[in-house]
Each structure stands twice: as C-alpha cells, then as structure tokens.
C-alpha cells in the first residue's frame, strides 16, 4: 500500500489562453479545466493507473474542501480526510500560455496540534512493506518541521517515508532518513543555496542529500530527465523522451508516482527509475495525468538508465 499525504489540498483551476497573458487588462479563456489538485493528490493518481493500492489522505475545509473531496469521488480512489471547521481549501490558478505556465497559489488551512495527532494515527496503520508520501507545502503557520515530525512519531513502524517538498520542511525531513525524496533543480539550488549551470553540476549535490540523511535522491532535471542517487554512492542518469509538453504540472508528482509503483513491486532502482521517466513524461506530453496506456507506450521506448562514474 502506498498512502499519500496532502496537508495542502486546493482546487486547481487551470485556464488556457489562446493569446498571451496580458497584465492590467481583460483576458479570455480558451479552455478550462477544475480538478483536485496537491501533489499527493497527483501521485495517487498515476498510482492508481498503475494499478496499485493507493488511499489519499488530507485536509479539508469549507466549500472548497467539499470540491476536493467530490472531484476525489469521482476517481473511487480511497480517501481519509480531516475536517477542520471554519476555513477554506485555497484555490490554486494554473494560467497556460504559448508554451508555459503561471500558477498563483492560495494560501491554504492552518492546524492545531489537535489535528496533528489525528493524522499521525491515521498513518499509525501502516508498516513493512507500505510506503507513506509526504507531498507538497505545509499548513499555513506550522512549523517547518511538521514532516519530520510525523517521520519521527512513525520511525518504529517499519514503513518507508518518500518527501516532496521544498526549504526548510525538506532539509528537516532528510535528517529523518526518509527512503527517496524528490526535488527539481531550482528546489535544489534554493535549499543549499547554490546555483547550477548544467545538470551535470548538480551531481556534487545530489551527493550531498544523501550525506544529510536521505536513502534515495531522485532529481528531476526537466527535458534532462533525471538523475538517482542511492545510499552507496552510485549515480544513474535516464534522459526523457521527446514530444510535444501540453502540461508541465504534475510531471514531477508522476514521475515520483512511477518510481514508487515500480519499488513497491520489487523492481530494482533502475527500473524505477525508467517507469518514473515514463509516467512524469507522459503526463507532461498530456493535458492532465496520464493514463497507463500512454505511460506503457513511453516506457517501451526508454533505453536503460546510465550509471555515472
């Protein structure tokens, strides 16, 4: 079982413009589009493409939370939420243009430690073999260090932590060894502080997370693909194949979605690695998370990562 927290649910309302985005003035929509957006959300999402158990978990607020939580309906994956009385999930504006994207994303839900412990219970279910997904920004006014507490309350089950996240929460949760974190490389240079000009600069860096703490690197690189880095020091590189990108949102939350469904059936490192390039290129070559077919069809094509020296 792969369980995938969402602190920071929102409605995504994703527009398509037809000409550029113009400030300070009326523009038009093309196209629209409303789903349950957070990147938990998104990685269930490809998981359950992918045919593996996945339950959703996450918190609920307000007309906008009784949005999420019907969108989430309709897909029949299984969900666990938290209701917290008297706010609102945040609405998240996804803007496409020629060729990019602007997002401007609400603020979100704060929580009490109330509902801190109510969550950690939840996940308490979980063990050996499962695999619990710590995705995307944290409540409004928690503490940075509100995954690597649910990490450390969790450390005795046995079960395998992956973290998405950026700054400060993202360094907290390494010191707790988590199995695999995700970053990009702008996550990357904002959290060392560094700039890169290649991704062949990043290789010291990747490095370097897996000294602080983390089992598993897998480093998005974009159009570059991605690199991996585990525990004894080895490094593989998989380009991603070329197409047409229509969505460059949740790219990275299904890649991270591919490389887990593949470690959760006893696949090696590498095959991960090439079903996460599969299924992050796939959706960004959709207009929303790709289906399995699409996926299937991309992974036939890729060859076999290559190990850096």
């Known amino acids: 079982?792969?369980?995938?927290?969402?602190?920071?649910?929102?409605?995504?309302?994703?527009?398509?413009l037809d000409t550029p985005l113009i400030t300070g003035a009326v523009n038009r929509t093309e196209h629209e589009l409303i789903t349950a957006g957070g990147k938990g959300i998104n990685v269930?999402?490809?998981?359950?493409?992918?045919?593996?158990?996945?339950?959703?978990?996450g918190i609920l607020s307000g007309t906008t939370?009784?949005?999420?939580?019907?969108?989430?309906?309709?897909?029949?994956?299984?969900?666990?939420?938290?209701?917290?009385?008297?706010?609102?999930?945040?609405?998240?504006?996804?803007?496409?243009g020629s060729g990019d994207v602007t997002e401007i994303n609400g603020r979100g839900v704060s929580v009490s430690e109330?509902?801190?412990?109510?969550?950690?219970?939840?996940?308490?279910?979980?063990?050996?073999?499962?695999?619990?997904?710590?995705?995307?920004?944290?409540?409004?006014?928690?503490s940075p260090?509100?995954?690597?507490?649910?990490?450390?309350?969790?450390?005795?089950?046995?079960?395998?932590?992956?973290?998405?996240?950026?700054?400060?929460?993202?360094?907290n949760a390494i010191a707790q060894h988590p199995f695999i974190i995700k970053p990009n490389l702008p996550e990357l240079c904002g959290m060392l502080n560094i700039t890169i000009d290649t991704?062949?600069?990043?290789?010291?860096?990747?490095?370097?997370?897996?000294?602080?703490?983390a089992q598993n690197v897998l480093l998005s690189l974009g159009g570059d693909g991605a690199l991996l880095f585990n525990s004894e020091q080895r490094v593989w590189h998989a380009h991603a194949p070329h197409g047409t990108v229509k969505n460059a949102v949740g790219s990275g939350d299904s890649m991270l979605g591919g490389f887990l469904a593949a470690c959760s059936a006893g696949k090696s490192l590498t095959e991960a690695l090439r079903l996460g390039i599969a299924a992050g290129s796939a959706t960004a070559f959709s207009e929303w998370i790709a289906t399995r077919s699409k996926m299937d069809q991309i992974l036939a094509t890729l060859p076999e990562p290559t190990e850096l020296v």
């Open 65 to 96: 939370g009784t949005m999420i939580s019907e969108r989430l309906q309709r897909t029949q994956i299984p969900t666990d939420w938290l209701i917290v009385p008297n706010q609102m999930n945040r609405i998240n504006l996804k803007i496409k």
């Open 199 to 213: 991704w062949w600069d990043a290789i010291p860096y990747g490095k370097q997370l897996i000294e602080m703490g």
């Open 114 to 142: 109330k509902e801190t412990e109510m969550l950690i219970e939840k996940l308490r279910k979980y063990g050996e073999n499962d695999y619990i997904v710590l995705a995307g920004s944290i409540p409004a006014g928690a």
């Open 1 to 16: 079982m792969i369980a995938t927290v969402t602190l920071n649910p929102a409605v995504d309302y994703t527009v398509t």
């Open 44 to 57: 269930s999402l490809v998981l359950q493409q992918l045919e593996v158990p996945t339950t959703v978990y």
């Open 145 to 171: 260090t509100y995954y690597s507490e649910i990490m450390e309350a969790l450390q005795e089950s046995g079960v395998k932590f992956a973290v998405d996240t950026t700054g400060e929460p993202l360094r």
